[in-house]
């Protein structure tokens, strides 16, 4: 038993929403880190400018005497800064974090978050531009109220300042960049649930009005029961998917109610059919049970080989609509027509008439038991009517198509009906019935044989007599 299933309105929400937060949230969170990336890089080149200056203010000689002397080595947050404004630091006072080192790893100078931090004995190592990048964990402040990167990881820039060996700490502040993010973050936390559940709504309501049509076609293939087969659903105009569904269910519907009409009209012709053959047998068992006497073995024959062919034609026809389409080897018509041709000719008493014209051999792809009943049946109909002559043609009308045509000089068949005789139990002229012996099923037969060969057969139109073609696609050559 099959799993059940959501509804389509459901999977197509949460299709649609799942769309949506993949792509609106991939695209924030792309835009989020190209924004970040940029705002650090700039922080970056910042600190870089601000060591740089840092470090040539640091060059003057009355920096180095003082810095020699300790009068830099001060905690500017917890001492006044006592040292002479004439040699005073251009940052110092600005909301940056710096801190200077000499070659010795002696702290000269420190400010802010960098106060009361451990450098390291021996620098970074500098790249050609003298910078280099060290990565610390900032304690808390000693006193005074909490910074807000107390306790984080932070990346600081380094510069070399040359001669002394002494070096600039800059702290590359994180915060620059989560704010420059944060109105990202705030739509990833916010805007992007609130557009998921909007698009799922659209999603929703959009499939709900496209399978309102199909609910309507539904409910009117309910009502179609095997008794009544007149209803149709209803076709939208939009011409789009749905509209074309419904037109393929109602020419669905039309092929089924003419196929169940075909199979009551069968059944009937069939049941009428029988009913002759069996009523003869049935008076003659009577007339012979009442009056005595012996039975006619000639009665008895005939009337058991016309219901015997009938119930035959019956099952084949059955077969070939049960069965799947003809698939076999090649097999050359010309020499099953000849075949057939030759039969009549040897028959008692012989039959003169059929006429062979076969340029070669012509195959096709088939059953060679189905092609000949096909081709049996076409000759059994041009037996009934001809007069004196009847023609069959084998060759290649045209490539790949082998063109089979049994012609005869019989009264013909009239335009109006040349497509009626292919019907089952179909008698275009009445007399013609019991006095020939046909049941009105050779040439239904033979059209199903050729149909399901992947060709086609039909009466052309002549100036007398009649003319069944046969067309059938040449098997390829090898």
């Keep these: 038993m099959p799993r059940p299933q959501l509804p389509v309105r459901v999977r197509a929400a949460a299709a649609a929403a799942l769309a949506a937060a993949l792509c609106l949230g991939g695209g924030a969170l792309w835009l989020r880190h190209v924004i970040h990336a940029n705002s650090v890089a700039g922080s970056v080149a ?16 009355a920096a180095r005497m003082n810095a020699d002397g300790g009068a830099l080595a001060v905690d500017c947050d917890a001492a006044g800064c006592p040292y002479d404004k004439w040699y005073e630091f251009p940052y110092f006072g600005m909301e940056i974090s710096f801190a200077v080192v000499d070659n010795h790893g002696k702290v000269l100078l420190t400010q802010n978050q960098l106060s009361g931090l451990n450098f390291p004995a021996v620098p970074p190592r500098f790249d050609e531009d003298f910078f280099g990048r060290l990565d610390v964990h900032l304690p808390a402040a000693r006193s005074g109220p909490p910074g807000q990167l107390d306790g984080r990881q932070v990346t600081l820039v380094t510069y070399n300042v040359s001669p002394s060996g002494a070096t ?71 011409g789009d998917e749905i509209a074309r569904l419904a037109v393929t269910m109602n020419e669905t519907l039309d092929r089924i109610a003419d196929g169940a009409e075909r199979q009551r009209r069968f059944v009937a012709d069939a049941a009428h059919e029988l009913r002759s053959p069996l009523a003869g047998l049935r008076t003659t068992a009577e007339v012979t049970a009442t009056h005595g006497g012996v039975v006619d073995p000639e009665v008895l024959r005939t009337g058991t080989e016309r219901l015997q062919r009938l119930i035959d034609d019956l099952l084949l026809l059955a077969r070939l609509e049960r069965t799947a389409p003809a ?17 009549r000719r040897y028959r008692v008493p012989p039959d003169e008439r059929f006429v062979l014209v076969a340029g070669g051999p012509a195959e096709v792809i088939g059953r060679e038991e189905e092609l000949g009943r096909m081709l049996r049946n076409l000759l059994d109909n041009a037996s009934r009517y001809a007069r004196d002559r009847i023609t069959v043609t084998v060759a290649q009308a045209e490539p ?36 020939h012996g046909g049941a009105g099923l050779g040439l239904a037969i033979a059209r199903d044989i050729a149909v399901r060969h992947g060709g086609s057969l039909y009466a052309a139109g002549t100036t007398s007599g009649a003319s069944l073609v046969a067309e059938l696609p040449q098997a390829p050559r090898t």
Excluded at 50 to 60: C, F, K, V
Excluded at 188 to 210: H, Q, S
Excluded at 211 to 225: D, K
Excluded at 404 to 415: F, Y
């Design 46 to 61: 910042t600190a870089r400018s601000q060591a740089r200056a840092i470090a040539s203010t640091y060059e003057t000689p």
């Design 168 to 238: 600039v700490y800059v702290l590359v502040s994180p915060l620059d960049a989560e704010a420059a993010v944060a109105p990202v973050d705030d739509w990833l936390r916010r805007g992007l649930p609130a557009a998921v559940l909007f698009v799922a709504a659209v999603a929703w309501w959009a499939a709900g009005r496209a399978l309102r049509p199909v609910e309507g076609m539904r409910a009117e293939l309910a009502r179609i029961t095997a008794a009544d087969l007149s209803g149709r659903v209803p076709q939208p105009r939009t």
């Design 327 to 343: 698939r076999g080897e090649p097999v050359d018509v010309a020499a099953v027509a000849e075949e057939l041709v030759g039969e």
């Design 400 to 435: 790949g198509v082998v063109r089979v045509e049994v012609r005869d000089d019989g009264p013909g068949i009239p335009e109006a009906d040349r497509e009626q005789v292919f019907e089952r139990f179909a008698r275009v002229d009445q007399a013609r019935d019991r006095r």
